[in-house]
């Protein structure tokens, strides 16, 4: 495997305070707020109907 230079888009340099801002978020996540929690509510409920609306394979 090729390891990734500076200039590829799979390296972001951060600058320290970013970098440390972003870590301390890994390490401390915020709480979901009612609008990612209902995004979740909505996204199971969208499988649910689908999987109920797929033919059975068994």
């Known amino acids: 495997m090729k390891a990734a230079n500076s200039n590829s888009p799979d390296v972001t340099n951060l600058k320290p305070s970013d ?3 972003f870590f301390e978020v890994l390490d401390s996540p915020p709480s979901p707020t009612e609008a990612l929690r209902a995004a ?7 499988l649910v109907d ?3 609306d797929s033919p059975s394979t068994n």
């Open 50 to 52: 689908a999987c109920a």
């Open 40 to 46: 979740f509510r909505r996204r199971k409920e969208a």
């Open 19 to 21: 970098h440390q801002a």
